[in-house]
């Protein structure tokens, strides 16, 4: 019993201790590719050369099937991900702007204090 409790975690463990290939219908080489999130219209990896997020229609047909790729979810997945990202754009933009201001304005009191300390006494 002990034998085929160790065969079978020894199994499980070399399945996952290997990492796949992949190759876009692109030609884009993933090597080592380790999944970290699927999502409808998308899956996130880790890879030899860092990380990337891959579009399931730039898949081949059998990664897209093991990952249950429907156009039609895709694509509304797809809509809603430009929208999240247009937003997040926008907000980033006011925050930066807002840094900005922020630092002009500070600048000026900077600028205005020693202005005041460097004034000739009266």
């Known amino acids: 019993m002990k034998a085929i409790f160790l065969t079978f975690a020894l199994a499980l463990s070399s399945t996952s ?3 796949e290939d992949w190759t876009t219908t692109d ?3 993933y090597q080592n590719v380790r999944i970290i ?3 409808d ?3 996130t990896i880790i890879y030899k050369d860092g990380g990337a997020l891959i579009f399931l229609n730039k898949l081949p047909p059998a990664l897209q099937q093991r990952f ?3 156009p039609v979810k895709a694509k509304a997945a797809m809509e809603a991900r430009v929208k999240a ?3 997040s754009a926008k907000e980033m933009q006011a925050e930066i702007e807002q840094a900005v201001k922020l630092k002009r304005e500070q ?3 900077d600028a205005q204090a020693r202005g005041q300390t460097n ?3 009266k």
Do not use: H, I, M, N
Request: with cysteine; aromatic share 8%.
């Open 107 to 109: 600048q000026v009191k």
């Open 27 to 29: 030609g884009t080489c």
């Open 37 to 39: 999130r699927v999502e």
């Open 17 to 19: 201790a290997f990492a």
């Open 68 to 70: 249950d790729y429907d």
């Open 41 to 43: 219209d998308a899956v």
């Open 85 to 87: 990202d247009a937003e």
């Open 119 to 121: 004034a000739p006494p």
